[in-house]
Structures are given as C-alpha cells and as structure tokens.
C-alpha cells in the first residue's frame, strides 16, 4: 500500500474513531452532556487522535528505514565476488537490481545473479509490506482500546487534547524552522568550500564571469573568471525594470478595485487579474520571445536604437505583467482591511475622495503593501525561465536595458545541469551564488521588517 493510500486509510480510522469516542462518552452519563467534564467531542479528538498518531509516526518511521534495510539484505546475500566490487559499482549493481524488480530497464544487461537478487528484493519487500500491515493495524486497534479505557465522565479530555495540539503545532513550526536551517547550511558547506578555491573578494567584487575552466594560459583567468558583480547586477536590472511595471499598475489597479469598482465589476475584474498568476512562466517566456522582444526590436530600429534580440527590458516587461496579481491581490485585500471608521472620519472632515486614499488609506495600508511588493521583489529575482529565453545567457555588466544579460538563478541552473561532479570550482560556484541570492533575500525582509514597522507604530 503506498503512503498516501496508508494516510487516507489512517484518516478514514481517526473519523470512525472519533465518532465513537463522541458516542461512547454520551452513553456512559446516558445521555446527560452535564455530567461530563468536557464536551463529548473532545472525547472523541481524544480517541481519534491516539487511534491515528502512533500508528502514523510508526508508518513514517518505517517508510524512511525499511528501504535501506532491504537493501542492506539484499546486499548481504549477493555472491562474494559481486560484493567485493568497487563501492561505486555495487552501488551501480544494487540499483539494477531494483529496476529489474520493479520491472524498470537495467543499465546492464541482467543474468541470473542479478534476476535471484531481484527475487530476493521482491520477497524482502512484501514481507515489510506485510509486516508494516500488522504493526500498523495493531498500533491503530491498541491505541483506540487504550483511549477508550481511560475514558471517564470526570476524565479531562479537553486539557489533555489542546495540550497535545499545541505540541503539534510546535513541531510543525519546529519542522519548518529546521527546514530553513537546513537549507541555509547545506548551501553554506558547499559555498565554503567554493570560497577555499576562490576567494570571496574575487568573488564578489569581479567584474567578469567565465565559469568555465580555462585551458589555456591566454584565455580568462587560468581557473576561471567567478566575478558576481556582472550576474547580480543584471539580476537588479531585470527586477528593476519588472518592478516599475508591477508595483505602479497593481497598486493603482488594487485602489479602483476597493475603492472605485461596483460589485459587479469587481467579482469580474479580479479573478481575471489573478489568472495571470496561474499562467505558467514557460508560456509567459514564450510571449516575451514571440511578441515583446520583437516588438522593443522593430521599435528600436524605428527611432535609431539598436535594440537586442534578447533584452533585460523584454524579460523585465513580461516579469512585470507576471507579479502584477502579487501587488494587487494583496494590496486590495489590506486597503479593504483599512476600517471604514478612517474613511468616515477623513470626509467627515472634508477631504476629498482623492485626499482620502492618499493621505489615509494608502498610509494605514502600508505595511500589507509593503509585504505584497516584497513579495513581487523575491518572486522577480527568484524567477529562472523568462529570464533564459528573453534576456539570454550572456553576463554583462551593463545598466543599458537594451542589452542582453543573465541572472544569479539563471547561471545556477545552468551550472547544476548535467551530470556534474561536486568538487570543481564551476559546480560550487552555484552554491556561493545560492548564498549571496539567500543574504539579498534576507536584507529585503529586514528592509521590509523595518518599514512595516515604522508605519505600524504610527498607525495603530
């Protein structure tokens, strides 16, 4: 049975448990909800909650061993010269066998050691999948009868369920904290270990980006040019020009959405706004590719500019109509969330329709407009596939929006593509491009953090 299947059949348990819970809690005061210390239905979280945790830590738990066992198994039984290869090779063998078991094409043809060893496989795994069964069973029967044993009319469900509520709800922020630890340190090692090739201020204050391995003396730099400033300030330049068409035209199209459009036309108006966050960015690089950049070229020769085929302006264009909904969605929902009182206040004073939006709507709203423009600003850098096939590949430092540049998470897919070994310069220099793209996120939130709550202790 696979994890989701399992989960959906843990849930379905927990629902009749709780069910249950609820029932059996009303028929031992007969009916008489007063006699209760708590509600009849914390009586049957409390029952549904032991019936399905246990049972799915231990799923979790054994899905994540069972398969390195097995494997370890089936390692154990293969012949003696098979186990005495190369690491890499035997690593190379055992992920044949376990294509061939799972009727997958083997990178080498098989012979009869390896079909008896994806027998072997085969046999191990259903013999988890049966064991895992049992234990699953017993653990989700065992839990349920424990829960009911100990249900009383003076037992106090409701503390027991909330306290183990919130220790879920710190393990779930817990997770996401550790998450983000992990990530950061993961990029952090590698980007270390970059930096003892190159140092970090040829990193970050060259002026040239060659990411490739010179092979000769006369070509630039015998190791490779890793200089950031050309890829970071294209990034800037692309997420400028996207930003001075998103922010202007969400925010003015968020104002007439809350205060000047009809019903009507807002239950229109914004759910066609916001499909454009649902349109996939390939198709969004196909339109800068086919329609805008051939337009800004055919506009460009027509006033005497030489105008790239493949431009930051094309790529900041279409970037910009694509993070228009991350403006405007969220800002209609804070100027909405300004209270009514303010407005009454400010005509009630004389101000003007004007006067009032932008001297006390737009003020009080501006920390949810902030955090939506911090939005589109991270959604903008972080963006890879408009990028590559509008504004090419090519790291210039320039301030020209009419020439072609790249971005920082353009050449980090471009450098993890392929089969790539883990120890050249070319390879970890993805990872110090991950980090500098990490801290320019980070000093935007702190930017960000910072107006919020500046403008936050005016208004409140």
């Known amino acids: 049975m696979s994890l989701s299947a399992s989960i959906l059949v843990l849930l379905l348990l927990s629902i009749a448990a709780y069910w249950y819970g609820q029932r059996y809690s009303l028929h031992l005061v007969s009916g008489d909800r007063r006699r209760l210390h708590s509600m009849p239905r914390y ?8 019936t399905a945790l246990p049972a799915l830590l231990m799923l979790m738990l054994w899905l994540f061993l069972d398969q390195g066992v097995i494997i370890q198994l089936v390692s ?29 094409i083997t990178s080498t043809a098989d012979d009869a ?54 220790w879920l709800l710190i393990i779930a922020s817990s997770i996401a904290i550790l998450t983000t630890v992990g990530i950061l340190l993961s990029v952090l090692f590698e980007a270390i270990r970059f930096f003892r090739i190159i140092p970090i201020t040829d990193f970050l204050f060259g002026l040239q980006w060659s990411p490739q391995m010179a092979i000769r003396e006369d070509q630039v730099g015998a190791s490779g040019a890793f200089g950031v400033i050309p890829l970071f300030a294209g990034t800037l330049l692309i997420a400028l020009v996207a930003m001075l068409v998103a922010v202007p035209v969400g925010l003015l199209s968020a104002i007439y ?52 085929s493949e431009s930051a302006l094309a790529a900041g264009l279409v970037m910009g109509i694509m993070i228009i909904p991350f403006v405007s969605s969220l800002s209609d929902d804070v100027i909405n969330a300004v209270p009514q009182a303010l407005r009454d206040g400010s005509y009630a004073l004389g101000a003007t329709r004007a006067e009032t939006i932008s001297r006390v709507i737009i003020p009080a709203a501006l920390p949810g407009i902030v955090g939506g423009v911090l939005l589109a600003v991270s959604r903008a850098i972080g963006e890879t596939m408009i990028v590559v096939m509008a504004a090419g590949l090519t790291a210039r430092l320039t301030a020209n929006p009419l020439d072609s540049v790249t971005t920082i998470t353009v050449q ?49």
Do not use: C
């Open 76 to 104: 154990a039984a293969l012949p003696e010269t098979v186990r005495q290869l190369p690491p890499d090779e035997l690593g190379l063998y055992l992920n044949d066998v376990i294509n061939l078991a799972r009727g997958n």
């Open 43 to 50: 009586y049957g979280y409390y029952v549904a909650l032991w």
């Open 113 to 166: 050691g390896m079909r008896a060893a994806a027998d072997h496989y085969r046999h191990l795994l259903f013999i988890s999948h049966v064991v895992l069964f049992l234990v699953v069973a017993g653990m989700v029967i065992g839990g349920g009868l424990i829960a009911l044993r100990r249900i009383r009319p003076d037992f106090r469900s409701r503390p027991r369920v909330e306290r183990l509520v919130k």
């Open 412 to 460: 980090i897919v471009t450098l993890l593509v392929g089969d790539q070994e883990f120890d050249s310069p070319k390879t970890l220099a993805a990872f110090a491009l991950g980090l500098v793209l990490f801290l320019a996120t980070l000093v935007l939130n702190v930017l960000a953090l910072h107006v919020v709550r500046k403008y936050r202790e005016e208004y409140e």
């Open 257 to 308: 959405l809350a205060e000047f459009a009809g019903s009507r036309m807002r239950a229109w108006a914004k759910p066609l706004l916001e499909i454009l966050a649902g349109i996939p960015t390939v198709v969004y690089g196909f339109f800068a590719v086919l329609v805008v950049a051939p337009a800004l070229r055919g506009a460009g020769e027509g006033i005497g500019l030489q105008v790239s």
